[in-house]
């Protein structure tokens, strides 16, 4: 589903990443491990189109993301760690905003809107303005904005800060159905105990390289996630 192969991004002399080479196929979960300034925010950003890299090349269900942007980003969603909403907007014209980006039909998107802000109690205030809602409440909306149109993947950027110990169960079982539908996940997180529940595969990053990837158990070994993760920051 997602290949990265290769892939070094410099910011003047400074390669924020640095030959990175990762794959995760349907059905996966991956989570994207590492100190903040190790690289994982540049790299989810390079995946969706957001920052041009140097090398490598990155192809999302066989197409590159290069070559071909579009038809990479209609098969995609990316929640950043801090949602970027229209504030002028409500919740509903900004999810019927999302739902027309992506032509999902009128009765279709009424049911999938529906069927995800119930689950983290948000239908009652998508009438609201999204400046009256609280950070928790905007990364609730994003989240459905990101499941509306059905994509093949998807990406997040710490997508637990903020949310309720509720929202995130529901947004735990949203991911682990999703992949079990088919789809693919690649999230960067500091919450370890969830990334070791949660993840088929984990990938942890270091100054720009990556120092240690693979399924859950070939990474952790006898050992907690915790325990690797600090072992290689020695």
């Not at 196929?25 to 957001?50: D, M, Q, R, Y």
């Not at 279709?108 to 999204?130: C, G, K, M, N, P």
């Not at 270091?206 to 020695?234: A, H, K, P, T, W």
């Amino acid at each position: 589903m997602l290949k990265i192969e290769h892939l070094t991004k410099r910011y003047g002399e400074k390669k924020a990443v640095d030959d990175l080479c990762l794959h995760i196929a349907p059905g996966e979960i991956c989570g994207f491990i590492g100190h903040n300034g190790a690289g994982k925010t540049t790299t989810l950003k390079s995946v969706v189109g957001i920052l041009q890299f140097d090398e490598g090349e990155i192809t999302i269900d066989g197409l590159s993301i290069r070559r071909e942007p579009l038809s990479c980003k209609r098969k995609i969603a990316y929640i950043p760690d801090n949602p970027d909403l229209y504030n002028y907007m409500t919740g509903i014209q900004y999810l019927n905003f999302i739902a027309d980006i992506f032509a999902v039909p009128a009765a279709e998107r009424e049911r999938r809107i529906h069927a995800v802000s119930d689950a983290f109690s948000l239908t009652d205030d998508l009438a609201q303005s999204i400046s009256a809602y609280s950070h928790g409440m905007k990364q609730k909306l994003a989240i459905v904005g990101a499941w509306l149109h059905e994509p093949r993947l998807i990406l997040m950027d710490e997508p637990f800060v903020g949310l309720d110990p509720r929202a995130s169960h529901h947004l735990k079982e949203m991911m682990r159905e999703f992949c079990d539908r088919g789809g693919a996940i690649f999230f960067s997180t500091h919450v370890l105990e969830v990334a070791e529940k949660l993840c088929d595969q984990v990938a942890i990053i270091r100054g720009g390289r990556l120092v240690r990837s693979g399924s859950m158990e070939e990474v952790r070994g006898d050992e907690s996630l915790e325990e690797v993760f600090l072992e290689l920051e020695d």
